[in-house]
């Protein structure tokens, strides 16, 4: 049995995000000591280190609970599974391809030498620009 900030040692998951985890029931609460701390079994720091896998991963918390949902229904395919990572990796994908962007961006406007005032920095030209252009204020 552990208690939480062991779990939390263990999982590399912090305290209030444990607590987190089992008030929207991704990770069941555990047993109470008599003196009201959490008791938690190996079986819950299983759980959490793949909680804390799959974020790091980019998983919303739906798919993660669609996640462990279906590793405990015995009927469901295995592709539904896959379904879900596959449209992960699209996500992430296409988050890699907005960076890419962002970077060449941020090259190309950070290659202006200014050597005036703050006021007649390109930069700042450059930024103000662009907004004008996608119609931002």
Do not use: W
Not at 73 to 80: E, L, T, V
Not at 98 to 110: A, V
Request: charge should be positive.
């Amino acid at each position: 049995m552990f208690l939480i900030g062991e779990m939390a040692r263990r999982s590399g998951v912090k305290v209030p995000t444990i607590r987190y985890y089992e008030k929207i029931a991704l990770l069941e609460s555990p047993r109470r000591s008599q003196g009201n701390q959490r008791l938690y079994r190996q079986q819950n720091l299983e759980r959490l280190s793949f909680i804390r896998h799959a974020r790091e991963l980019g998983f919303p918390l739906e798919d993660i609970r669609a996640l462990i949902d279906l590793t405990f229904a015995d009927s469901a395919p295995c592709r539904q599974i896959h379904d879900i990572a596959l449209a992960q990796l699209q996500a992430v994908s296409q988050r890699i391809t907005k960076l890419q962007k962002l970077q060449q961006e941020l090259k190309r406007i950070t290659t202006v030498s200014d050597q005036g005032q703050a006021r007649q920095c390109q930069l700042i030209q450059a930024l103000a620009e662009h907004n004008l252009c996608k119609g931002e204020h």
